[in-house]
DNA sequence: CTGAAAGCGCTTACAG
DNA sequence: CTGAAAGCGCTTACAG
């Protein structure tokens, strides 16, 4: 391995100078052209561990999401990935299934300087391990001190869902999700849903099937039983169905379908994310569309901001669209 | 930040013999008892980079992918990562969008110990860069010297999907793909697609859209130029249409659709991966699946073994099964 | 503007 | 079995 002493000994000068022009400070024109020109013929490149050891800086980045088979999350870390990679800054994912113990470990991390701040979508409580001087950007959730947090308009998201149910005749629509309960931006979904059906005269109900982040086969089959019930002689209670994730409302959609009721003929449903296989695919449900790229680019810089102690905004909230999969009228 | 000496302090021992608790050497239990205690009390984690620097490992691996939005390639990063974070290792993402010089910048950072290895999939020529004892997977691309390399059964693929058209009686079949022609198993695919055909009596073409690596919407549309071209008077000249992955079975599909063709009616599609939104949704099209699973982990069971120097097979190949998506009768 | 030197937090022969 | 010491490859005051 080439060495930051190896240079500098081919180009005739001290480590310092070597070290001064890797990181861009005052060089006599002559010597950076000579280490320049030895760095280039050894094929030397610096050695970031021992970098970071000493400037207790490492350009690496962690971001925790829950797994990356969600495509919301693939396409997120995707897209910081891209992000990050363009201002010289290396990824390391974290899936944490959800477990506190694997996010707890990452945030260890960004206090010891072996990362350099760290994005996070974390569903448990994780409250007292952050400091509020750490370069910490969450998504969707809020946290004490004074931590950042970027996520889509839910608010917006859940009002739209019940506007297209109030225009497309509705009588009475439900919100289905699970998921923590933590403060966050998510829990405004169900709220400006319902809230906005009411003053549309349209009757809304909530069903929330506890706190479990995943939608597991267990949580699935929990929604499957209570669909079952919500129909009587063939009829579904219900006429819009509005779900806490894409997900949930593919699960919905299969059930409702196996039951022989028709979608979007007796009743419409509208998921949240936005996902699709790729960009070419159709949506596989009506859904609301979260900004994903601009989340993404929106948190790499607020984390960078962050690293670098300039000031930032601590709520972001993006707008969401309405996008149709053919699971509304 | 709590170090080793600090722990030593604590314990009233030498940050040596700390250093070989942290290690797992041998230390008189006594000691070992006293130095944990202190580990404990004041929340002692080791500084990986510090480790790295003197140790040359640390633990941290990374994979290069193309991108994260194709979710086969998510679903291989999701399992890798979990793999190795079961046997405490960290994970770098790098989407090099086949660009050469992203993927070349991480097999540099591999051989400067910057990470402990590499698992990669990689589309462009980067043959002379890798050296022989580095620890690196590759998959589904040949490299020289004796890089290993894991896939699923191209050829196999290639044959089910014959099969499956040849027993409901197609007459006439394409191929159609684009990518890299440089060595691996994917272009087996093709070839015993072909071959299976014809020693099945059924007539069948290959039609290559170029190298370029991913589907970009010029060359989407090159396909779908390419298909308008194949119908003449509303009938389509194939009816069995194998593509290479199946976002070119997506793009198919719609297309024909677009156009009137009945699929599966007139014309049969079969796609490559097996992806689907998470693991509830319907397959899109029918296609021939790649164990993704068994692929991360035998990816990282290699890899480790490379890493401790460990003997392994050069060439692993997975089996794969066809799967049902409503394009196939 | 540059060099010599200390030190970042570890590991690892080497004595004892 | 343990401690003292050297050294991994860098950066950064500090003299000059």
Redesign the interface.
Known sequence: ?VTIKDVAADAGVSVGTVSKVLNNMYVKADNRRRVEESIHKLGY?V????R??KAQQ?F?VAIIVP?????FF??L??YV??VL?AVGY??????S?CNAD?ELAYI??AK???VDGLIAVTYSNTDEYLEADMPFVSIDRHFKHQICCVSSDNEMGGRLAAEKFISTGCRNVIYIRNGSNLEGETLKRGKAFVDTCMQGGVEATRMDFGEETT?SKQQ?NKIISFLEQCVKNGSMMYDGIFTSS??HA??VL?QLTEMGIRVPGDVQIIGYDG????????Y?VSSIAQPVKEMAVTCVDTLIKLIEKKPVERRIILPVTFVEGGTTR
């Open positions: 391995m490149q050695n970031t561990y021992a970071g050891l490492t690496t797994d990356l088979i969600n495509p693939a396409l870390v995707n990935e891209q990679a290396k990824l390391l994912v974290c899936n299934h694997r260890n991390m010891q300087n072996k939608l699935m894409d997900v593919i699960v299969k996902m699709r296989i790729l960009n070419v695919g159709d596989p």
